[in-house]
Structures are given as C-alpha cells and as structure tokens.
C-alpha cells in the first residue's frame, strides 16, 4: 500500500489547509465566487498531473497538494457544495438535495476507475481539465448567489438577495413569497441581526460591522448560544464516530482490503485491480441511488441509524469468519455489504448535516472548521490503517474489524440518542431544537413582528 497510501494520504493531510480557508472565503467574497476560485486551484491541479511522469512524485504529491487545497471530490468543494445548497433548496426537498452529494459522489468515483482503466493518466488529467473548465464557464452564466448568504453578509444588497431568489424560483410566486419571508426572518433570528437590517453608513458603524465579520470568521474565539455550540458538538461526535467505523479506510483500499480478506490469489489477472474498482463503484453508486431515494421518504435519523447497524453487522462477519486458511467467501460478502451499507449513509449524511445543523451565522467558518477536524481525523486513521492490517497471521484483520463494528454501534446509538431530524424542518425550526425554549420562541415572535426589509427595491 506504500505509494499509493501517500498519494492519498497527502491530499487529506491537506484538506484541513483548504477547508479552514474556504470557510472565511465563503463569508467574504460570497458562495459562486468561491466557488470560481476552487475551481480555478483544481484547473492547476489537473494542468501539473497532465504533465507529470510516473517517477516523479514531487509533482505528483504538488498536484494532490494543490487538490486538497481547492477542492477535489474529497476537500473544500464538498463543505461548499453543502452549504450552497442547504441554503438555496426549499425545506421540502433540501434532504433529497443534498442526498444527491453522494450520488455525484459515486458517479465521479465510477466515472475516474472507468476512464483510468481505459486511458493513460495523463489523458485522463487531460479529459478532467477540461471538464473543470467547462463546468467553471457554466458556475459564471447559470449560478445565481446564495441569498442567504446576501441578506446576512452583505446588509447593503437586500434588492439583489430578491433577485437571486426569484432567480431560484422564477414562476412560482406563492413559494417564492414564502421563501423571502422565511428568508427575512432566519436572517434577523441569528446571531449579529443588527448587521441584516441596519443601514451602514457612517465609519464607526463600519468599523464595527467590520469587527462582526472577524468574530465569524474565529468564531471559536468567542462566545457563541446554544444554537452554535450544541450542533458543533453534536456534529464534532458524529464525524469522530465515522472515523472509527472504518468506512473511509475500506473505500480508500478497497483492493488491498479485499487481497488481504481474499488471499493475493483471490484477483487474479492483468487488469484486475481496476475491474474490482470499477465493479465497486458500480454497486456503490446504486447503493447511493437508493439512499437518495429513500431521502425522499425518510429522515436522515432511521437512514444513519440503518446504514450505522448494517455496516455494524458486517464488519462483525468478517472478524468472525476471517482466517487466513479459511475459505474467503463470508469475509468477502462481509466487505461488499460494509463498503455498500457505508454508501447508504454513514459515508455522506454528517457531511450534508453541517449544512442544515448550523445556523446561518456560522455555517461557512464553522463548517469549515469541522470539515478541517473530520479530514484531520480522518487523515490519522488512514496513516493507522495499513499497520493496523499488516500481520499475517490474520488477527490483525479481526481485531480491525471488530473495532470497525464496535464503531458503528457507538454511531448508531448516538445518532438514535442526539441527532434531531431535519426532514421537511427550515433553519428556524431546527435552531430552536438546539436553543432554549424561551429563547427561541422570543426570537421567533420578534422576527414575525417586524416588516420585511426585502420586500422593495432600495
């Protein structure tokens, strides 16, 4: 796993480097704009791979550094994709939504092993380029910005959070005056209101909102409700839990995990590493398909605590049937349902919570900052992986897996015990879970009793 692990394992040890910068980029120049900029970072990405021969790893580990940086399928990109759509979908079908991160996800995945297997990797850089240029042209003409993030960062551009919102539902106006009423009032019930709905015009007025804006941005440094603090523990445990259920690991060796469940003799064949990655992307992104439409449905709460059990029950029949002298059939099935199940929702639902947990207020700089603690996690257990399973003797494997299925109990039962449901809930509904009663009901009534700001054009 050596080469291999160190091309992965720098682009996460990197991700925490540009998920903390896209956080505070987000909240200064906006949702599209940062959006460009990644893109342009991943453009230089694929340019240094496209030239880059094999024996030279500098460029190579250059060209993963420059990924984790901007926003590969696994960095920056995939907390502002969350939070972009959290704030543009309507309640009704924001779960759904963003259930779709994971099946693009799986589409990429797919779509990478099956270009890789057919053309030299230059090519393939090549071919990414050019869809990273393309779908930078179609962000510039077709991406309206967030007006969530207008009417609460940028105080002076109420008229064009309106038009972005129209933008966003162009015919339905009974939807879109809803929406620019709940839009109003999720505004002034967050934190920092006064910067929403006051005119900023003299200098020390500013000054201060200047002071707001830094306090976002290092909002760790300073005191912050209940709705801030309670889901960015909750989501700190989450993610912690994902980690040690061993979902990321299995995904980011798949081959070498089935080789050492299967015997090296198991995948045989010239081509064989990336049949077998190929054919896992397949199920995996069906796997994906059925989740999102399950979201339809259900919540996130009953897919996670599933996805939780079933990876659980997995894991727990490798470390039971496992032996290096053994047949390796029931190890096998054991990873294909633990790689699948971990598709279904524990890969990719606390990803898609930052953006509906937080409140608007600290979404961007606070999700980023969890992005950051996920990935730096998420790094550690990928660096602790390939020696966890390095003996030969074959308990090394049990031993992993049961701590794999021990993991995924411990999910499924926080998930069961902490985790609200979000399913059809708006921001408003979802801060007053985390907030106190009182509170949250004061604010909710003072925000129905004021007159929408949006409403005409300045």
Known sequence: ???????????????????????????????????????????????????????????????????????????????????????????SHRQVLLSLNSVFFSV????????????????????????????????????PESPVWLAKFRSARTYDARTSLRRIYPKNDQVFMEELDHLYRDSTTTADSPEVHQPQHCIGCEQATKRRRLKRCFWWRTPQPRTVTRPVRVLAIVFLLQQLSGCYPVIFYAVPVMRSVAGTTALGGPYSDMEAMVALGAVRLLT?????????????????????????????????????????????????????????????????????????????????????????????????????????????????????????????????ARLPETMGKRFDEIEAHFADDKHAATATRNAHCKTSYLMTPP
């Open 288 to 416: 994906s398909v059925v989740a999102c439409a399950l979201s339809l449905h259900v919540g996130r709460r009953p897919l996670l605590i599933a996805s939780s059990l079933a990876m659980a029950c997995s894991a727990a029949l490798v470390a039971l049937t496992y032996s290096p002298t053994a047949a390796p059939l029931w190890p096998l099935i054991g990873v294909a349902v633990f790689a699948c199940s971990g598709s279904a929702g524990v890969l990719v639902f606390p990803w898609t919570l930052v953006g509906e947990l937080l409140p608007v207020s600290v979404r961007a700089s606070a999700g980023a900052s969890l992005v950051a603690y996920a990935y730096t996690l998420m790094f550690v257990v990928l660096k602790a992986f390939p020696y966890a399973v390095a003996d030969d003797d074959g308990g090394s494997v049990a031993t992993t897996f049961a701590a794999f299925a021990a993991g995924s109990l411990a999910m499924a039962a926080y998930v069961h």
């Open 108 to 143: 990429g995945v797919l779509f990478a092993t099956t270009v890789g297997s057919l053309f030299q990797w230059q090519t393939v850089n090549v071919i990414f380029f050019i869809f990273t240029a393309v779908t930078t042209v179609l962000l510039v003409i077709f991406l």
């Open 1 to 91: 796993m050596g080469r291999s692990f160190s091309s992965a394992s720098i682009l996460v040890f990197c991700t925490p480097i540009g998920a903390i910068t896209i956080g505070v980029i987000m909240d200064r120049i906006g949702r599209k704009n940062a959006f460009l900029l990644t893109s342009g970072t991943l453009l230089i990405s694929w340019s240094i791979a496209s030239v880059a021969r094999p024996e030279n790893m500098r460029l190579i580990y250059a060209c993963r550094f420059f990924a984790g940086i901007g926003g590969d399928f696994l960095t920056g990109m995939t907390s502002m994709v969350v939070v972009y759509v959290s704030e543009i979908a309507h309640a």
